[in-house]
């Protein structure tokens, strides 16, 4: 694999791809980003992988400084996948400048449920994603469902610039006991980890309403939250929403079948962990 660090080396080494498929990440890598290169490897060749924690989607009062990096470990698991280029920018290759032109999402998808406690984030996000495409120029990005608001807004960027990159949509990988797998669960203390499943279980249940016919979603999402908070959650939303665009179904979605899909994000002590299930 070729570890890359400046974007004309990246550019030199990429020449004359036409089917490359891209993984991009911020490192700390676990078993959820290697299902993204094994997805990658099936819609391209070859695949390309970046590491960069993008400091413009981190709010002044997160994580960024403490965000784990653990760049030797992540390149040996890279390399077991076959990866072809790592390309693991450097804060002044990929700014060498402040980074005045930004990707605005539209408000109505930009602004709600993650957006609306990460003010900025989806901007930070696509800012750094067009930018990495444009580094790489991909045939094909994969992006994990997982972070569910993000993969749709960066499908609706790739379409309205009429990007040449394809997105592509890969299942949330869970642990044995349903758990999303994170960067951010090596946050939960042991006691935690063993509660954290308990997201999944209520998005489970909250699904399992909708089905057998429970229509009022303002009274679900109520009680999700509820139980969460009674067992030492601090949950920010549990929000069931359309699949097509991310806004609260109208009545008669949930009864006309509409697709729909629970996201959830909640603290578990000083862990933010989000997750979603479709409907
Ligand atoms: O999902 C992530 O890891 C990040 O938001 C991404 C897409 C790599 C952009 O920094």
Redesign the pocket.
């Known amino acids: 694999m070729k570890i890359i660090s400046s974007v004309e080396d990246l550019r030199d080494q990429l020449r004359g791809q036409l089917r490359t498929a891209f993984v991009?990440?911020?490192g700390n890598l676990h078993e959820g980003h290697l299902s993204l290169m094994r997805l990658a490897r099936r819609h391209g060749d070859p695949v390309v992988a970046?590491i960069?924690?993008?400091r413009l989607?981190f709010g002044p009062n997160e994580d960024f400084d403490k965000y784990p990096r653990t760049f030797q470990a992540d390149v040996e698991k890279l390399e077991k996948e076959g990866v072809y280029v790592l390309f693991a920018p450097t804060e002044k290759e990929l700014y060498p400048e402040p980074q005045e032109f930004r990707v605005r999402p539209p408000d109505d998808l930009g602004n709600t449920l993650e957006g609306e406690f990460r003010p900025g984030f989806f901007g930070?996000?696509t800012t750094?994603?067009l930018k990495?495409f444009s580094c790489v120029q991909p045939r094909v990005a994969v992006?994990?469902k997982k972070?569910y608001q993000?993969l749709m807004i960066?499908r609706n960027m790739s379409r309205q610039f009429a990007l040449p990159t394809e997105i592509i949509a890969a299942e949330t990988y869970r642990a044995h006991d349903g758990l999303a797998l994170s960067?951010r669960n090596s946050y939960l203390s042991a006691e935690e980890r063993v509660e954290a499943p308990m997201l999944y279980r209520i998005l489970n249940e909250v699904a399992d309403e909708v089905r057998s016919g429970h229509l009022d979603t303002f009274e679900l999402e109520k009680k999700a939250m509820a139980k969460l908070a009674g067992r030492g959650w601090k949950p920010d939303y549990v929000s069931i929403r359309r699949r097509s665009d991310l806004m609260p179904p109208c009545a008669g979605d949930c009864a006309h079948a509409e697709p729909l899909v629970v996201l959830a994000a909640a603290k578990l002590g000083i862990t933010r962990l989000i997750d979603n299930l479709e409907i």
Do not use: K, R
């Open positions: 991009p990440t911020m970046s960069f924690v993008n989607q930070g996000v750094v994603v990495l992006f994990g972070d993000q960066i960067s």
